[in-house]
């Protein structure tokens, strides 16, 4: 009989295609405490509360070591988007507490997922260098947008994997309107503190 062999080569790849869907939905469900942990450990660190973001920021780590056993060959793509927000929130924490940005190896991810995580954490260097004005604290502020406009640098090049990490190209324009308005909102604070200086002293 010609099919013979078609029921049990059948059985076996819908057992596998099975599996890997339960593993596929278990993931989409799950990693998306990842992303909250994240987003929350950022707004901690905007609030000045870095032991509450370190504390949300173990938490995600937690899970994502938990997750990847389950993420396995092509699964590990649903690990990009956590892994993503993971990059940018430990990445945050380092820059806010003067310590090296860590390395994809220290954190564990995935390249993409890497090059991702720094470009959205540009971002929020952004406001964190707007905070950081808002209270006349021009000299952290500026500390921090040479790390962020070094960062964009650094990330420029990798326009050219568009195809491989997807996004981006799309993150480094973006990027480089954040850098050029931020750069120009520092020059303009610091003459506006020049010329306080300078009137300063003409009073005396």
Avoid: W
């Amino acid at each position: 009989m010609t099919l013979k062999n078609v029921k049990p080569s059948l059985n076996k790849i819908s057992k596998t295609l099975e599996d890997a869907q339960d593993s596929r939905e278990f993931l989409l469900k799950n990693t998306r405490e990842v992303v909250v942990l994240c987003s929350r450990a950022i707004i901690a660190v905007h609030k000045n509360d870095i032991k509450t973001g370190k504390n949300n920021l173990k938490k995600a780590e937690s899970l994502l070591r938990k997750y990847k056993k389950k993420a396995t060959g092509d699964l590990r793509r649903y690990l990009i988007t956590p892994e993503q927000e993971f990059v940018e929130a430990a990445c945050l924490i380092a820059i806010v507490e003067k310590k090296d940005i860590p390395s994809d190896k220290k954190l564990s991810v995935m390249p993409e997922s890497y090059v991702l995580g720094l470009l959205d954490c540009i971002g929020e260097l952004k406001r964190r260098v707007f905070d950081k004005i808002r209270i006349n604290d021009i000299e952290e502020a500026t500390r921090v947008f040479e790390i962020m406009e070094n960062l964009y640098l650094q990330l420029y090049t990798f326009s050219m994997y568009d195809k491989v990490v997807k996004e981006a190209r799309r993150k480094i324009d973006v990027n480089r309107i954040l850098v050029d308005d931020v750069r120009a909102i520092i020059t303009e604070e610091k003459r506006r503190m020049e010329l306080i200086k300078t009137l300063q002293k003409l009073e005396k």
